[in-house]
């Protein structure tokens, strides 16, 4: 099977070879509450006659990148990095793709590294930048068609859970991720959420507070199971 490396421009003598690729993407919802994840698939095929050999796409490598524009500062694109984005090594063997063969990849956007803890708090409208870059097969890189995502309002008793956990970073963390320490900070946000589903069942966020606190306990069970001292 043939596998296509695109030519360094430098070493051709020409300009930067165009990108091996085709992006798509879309998101699970088009409109939603601030500190709602999104989940996003993201789309990646080979657009070549041949096998590509090519560094798998990852948003931990950093080979998938997401660039967030506000309507309220549509100069200022923010990049978004989640846990773990952009932490791991990026020096890897390349892997093929073959021919017509795509790759997908399911992102979740919701806690965020720095500045505010959750990606979306502000009511607007949000325009999402996906891109892919590869040396090899994709050096200039290549972005997705936007995608447009709507951030409302919440209300009645939305915005008063809203409210709760607006500033509670460890909440958006586990409500990200399903995890969470046995530190107090840790502790104390499972100890929110929790209270919050008791005090509000119906609100708009139980759903992935529920989701996510039962994967946190089944987590924690099997923890517990594994650690269970064995009868000689």
């Not at 994709?138 to 068609?145: D, F, L, N």
């Not at 995608?147 to 460890?170: F, H, S």
Request: aromatic share 6%; charged share 25%.
């Amino acid at each position: 099977m043939a596998l296509v490396r695109p030519v360094a421009a430098a070493d051709a003598g020409a300009s930067t070879e165009p990108c091996q690729l085709t992006a798509s993407a879309s998101t699970s919802d088009s409109t939603i509450l601030p500190g709602e994840p999104l989940e996003i698939a993201f789309h990646l095929k080979n657009a070549t006659p041949a096998a590509l050999s090519l560094e798998w796409p990852s948003e931990t490598v950093g080979t998938v990148q997401l660039r967030i524009v506000s309507d309220l500062d549509p100069t200022k694109p923010k990049k978004y990095l989640g846990p773990r984005w952009a932490m791991e090594d990026s020096v890897r063997s390349p892997r093929t793709l073959p021919r017509n063969a795509s790759v997908d990849l399911s992102l979740r956007v919701l806690f965020q590294v720095r500045q505010q803890p959750y990606a979306f708090s502000t009511a607007g409208t949000y325009q999402l930048r996906l891109s892919y870059a590869d040396e090899p097969a994709c050096p200039e890189g290549i972005e997705a068609p936007l995608l447009t995502v709507k951030v409302m309002d919440p209300r009645g008793v939305d915005l008063a859970v809203w409210n709760a956990i607006k500033d509670c970073a460890r909440c958006a963390h586990l409500l990200h991720t399903g995890r969470a320490g046995k530190n107090p900070a840790d502790q104390g946000a499972v100890a929110l959420l929790r209270s919050l589903v008791r005090q509000y069942p119906n609100n708009r966020y139980a759903k992935t507070f529920r989701k996510q606190l039962d994967a946190l306990d089944d987590r924690e069970k099997h923890e517990h199971k594994d650690h269970k001292p064995h009868d000689d």
